[in-house]
């Protein structure tokens, strides 16, 4: 019988010795959990630090490139600058010569352009001939022309010849 209290006794002994392992063993690996989850933490606002420094950079490397493109065309003188009549394009060109009724490809659009009237190309007819202004009397004539053919091939009154007028 004291033999089988000896043993009744270790084996509690050794339950609780056991549970206090266990509860260790829990703390220890909660622990590591905690840690690891700083860790994340922390790598992830190192990780948000650097795209926000790249995009700093990327902000000041496009400024200093459009300054540099600024300087670059204000260096062009003002009768040397044509840009590309065409509104979806508008680059930027140097005319080194010009002269009536001579003509270039936009090197961005590939579109043909007049370098004296600074208009779209008008193979066939004069700068005079194909620059209709707004205001004068034949450009006044030329838009109610064409509001008219508007308004017979589309059904759609263009109103330009009200705004002219």
């Known amino acids: 019988m004291l033999f089988s209290l000896l043993v009744g ?9 056991q549970s206090k392992h266990f ?7 909660i622990i590591i959990i905690i840690i690891i989850i700083i860790m994340i933490i922390i790598v992830t606002i190192v990780f948000v630090f650097v795209i926000i420094i790249v995009i700093v950079i990327i902000i000041i490397i496009t400024i200093i490139i459009n ?18 009549p065409y509104p979806k394009c508008s680059t930027l060109m140097v005319a080194d010569e010009r002269g009536p009724n001579m003509h270039a490809e936009c ?3 590939h579109r043909m352009l007049c370098l004296w009237c600074r208009t ?14 707004p205001g004068s009397a034949k450009g006044k004539k030329e838009t109610k022309r064409l509001c008219f053919l508007a308004l017979i091939n589309t059904g759609l009154f263009c109103g330009l010849a009200l705004q002219t007028v």
């Open 9 to 17: 006794k270790s084996r509690g002994i050794s339950l609780v010795s």
């Open 23 to 29: 509860a260790i063993i829990i703390i220890i690996i």
């Open 67 to 84: 300054n540099m493109q600024m300087a670059a065309e204000a260096s062009i003188p003002e009768a040397s600058k044509l840009y590309c």
């Open 107 to 109: 090197p961005a659009c």
């Open 120 to 133: 779209p190309w008008h193979q066939g007819q004069t700068c005079g001939e194909a620059k209709v202004y």
